[in-house]
């Protein structure tokens, strides 16, 4: 996913992108200063072993309040408690918004204090992350950043400066999705952006390059990146995680009606999963507004789903959001919901945190936490003797019904637990092995029936003496972890 922030970012910034995006956008978009833009959002689906990015937003919402979530996570066991996001990580990220803000001020003014910012919406008080904006009050007032929270009809321009009640504003948060300014609400946001009367972040040209539901039709077509001049390497990284995306025409709407099952439909200047509709849920009625233009069509690719506390009958769908800045993530979160689209209406569902298991940290390969000097490694066997090392944390997940894995779904495996002491971090003689089978359903569920393999540890008396791995399986699993090591 950071790949594709980073290629997307780096296609945006390419001239004859951004003056087909421009020729698109409403003529205030044009306009420049300096700024990139704060809080792009990159919104993810994560389907067994594929990935699409369904859509770029560029006010995404909830950063703050996931960094609240992080530090109300406890973790179960010190696995876990390596691979969540900590209060010191939640921390460190408030300490970078700010300086994101900042950035954003010093590209439009140079060295000249930040002394007054405000966080505007429409009726602010009654937005559903309303909450937010006084945590972003709060942090901007803890580093001497004077934060006000208002409707745009409370701005004004006077004296060639942007007021709110009568205080100078240096520096305006935009929540609003009136993107381009176009409300009568928003004159006079409008008229401080295009004088240069206050800086604005995220801005209307940010929304044009990135965040109109067009640029998906471009960014999922290899030929169109390739006369944009788009370099190979950047396509291939594009190549496949963006589902292919039309612009919905008069010419091609009989075509899209008949493969509307397969097809999500999006306006494009669209926000929320307003409007946005799977296509096996359209009627007619519906069909005929999106026919007559303004919509996009993407193809459908699932969301990923989670267990929950309900059980296996009442699963929870997510969404991945990487919060970036300047093609650089900043910050992963889910967002879980039932129902046709992302929503925040499902009892228990809202904001959930990435558990992150990044190459070369310890627990990312096969090891369990280490106790007393000892770790656990879990290896999945296949029938042709290939060895597959088991992150166990995930083997944990999946043992106790909390985790599915839709690449494992239908197979079975012989598991194999190798306890072995540790010097530090390098492994020791192996202290216990146990073996057993393991199976799992069509949907990726751990199948307790099939094996005897649990979370509470190896027991001798399960060992399933047709599970035990050969010579060969034994060298590659010790090889395993040893290149672990090093």
């Known amino acids: 996913m950071a790949r594709v922030v980073h290629a997307i970012e780096q296609v945006a910034a390419l001239p004859a992108w951004r003056a087909e995006a421009l020729r698109a956008a409403p003529s205030i978009a044009a306009h420049s200063q300096g700024t990139r833009g704060v809080f792009f959002g ?43 996001p900590d209060a010191d990580r939640a921390a460190a990220f408030e300490e970078q918004v700010v300086a994101m803000f900042r950035t954003e001020w010093r590209l439009a003014r140079g060295e000249q204090p930040l002394r007054t910012t405000a966080i505007v919406d429409h009726e602010p008080e009654a937005q559903y992350l309303y909450p937010e904006f006084l945590l972003f009050q709060r942090l901007f007032e803890q580093h001497g950043i004077r934060a006000l929270i208002a409707d745009p009809s409370h701005l004004s321009m006077d004296g060639g400066a942007l007021r709110c009640g009568g205080e100078v504003v240096d520096l305006v948060y935009n929540r609003l999705t009136d993107f ?10 409008a008229q401080a952006w295009l004088q240069d009367a206050a800086v604005l972040t995220p801005h209307p040209q940010a929304h044009a390059l990135f965040a109109d539901k067009r640029r998906l039709v471009t ?33 091609n709407a009989d075509e899209m009606w008949s493969c509307r099952r397969d097809l999500f439909f999006k306006p494009f200047a669209g926000f929320g999963s307003r409007a946005a509709y799977r296509g096996d849920k359209l009627t007619r009625r519906v069909w005929q507004e999106i026919a007559a233009g303004g919509y996009i069509a993407q193809r459908l690719v699932p969301p990923g789903t989670r267990p929950t506390a309900a059980g296996p009958q009442a699963p929870m769908k997510f969404d991945l959001r990487q919060y970036a800045y300047q093609g650089q993530v900043q910050w992963t979160a889910a967002r879980m919901y039932q129902g046709q689209t992302t929503n925040f209406r499902t009892p228990g569902g809202g904001f959930a945190p990435v558990y992150t298991v990044a190459p070369g940290t310890e627990g990312s390969c096969c090891a369990g936490p280490a106790r007393d000097g000892h770790a656990s490694f879990v290896f999945l066997l296949d029938d042709t003797g290939e060895v597959h090392p088991l992150p166990h944390p ?28 540790m010097d530090g971090d390098q492994p020791g003689p192996l202290v216990n092995e146990w073996y057993g089978w393991v199976q799992f359903d069509a949907d990726g569920r751990f199948d307790p029936t099939a094996g005897t393999v649990g979370p509470g540890g190896p027991a001798p008396e399960n060992i399933d003496a047709s599970a035990f791995p050969t010579a060969e399986e034994r060298a590659r699993m010790a090889q395993a972890i040893s290149a672990k090591a090093q």
């Not at 990159?42 to 703050?64: M, Q, R, S, V, W």
């Open 42 to 84: 990159y919104d993810f689906h994560a389907h067994g072993l594929h990935l699409g990015l369904i859509e770029i937003n560029t006010n995404a919402g909830g950063a703050l309040v996931n960094t609240l979530l992080a530090r109300a996570q406890h973790a179960c066991c010190p696995s876990i408690e390596r691979l969540q």
């Open 180 to 189: 381009y300014l176009e409300a009568p609400s928003s004159a006079a946001l």
């Open 219 to 251: 960014l999922s077509d290899p030929a169109a990146l390739e006369r944009l001049g788009v370099p190979h390497e950047i396509r291939e990284v594009l190549r496949g995680a963006i589902p292919r995306t039309w612009e919905v025409t008069p010419a």
């Open 394 to 421: 995930l083997y944990v997940a999946l043992a106790r019904g909390e985790a599915t894995s839709p690449a494992l779904a239908g197979q079975r495996f012989r598991a194999a637990d190798w306890y072995l002491r």
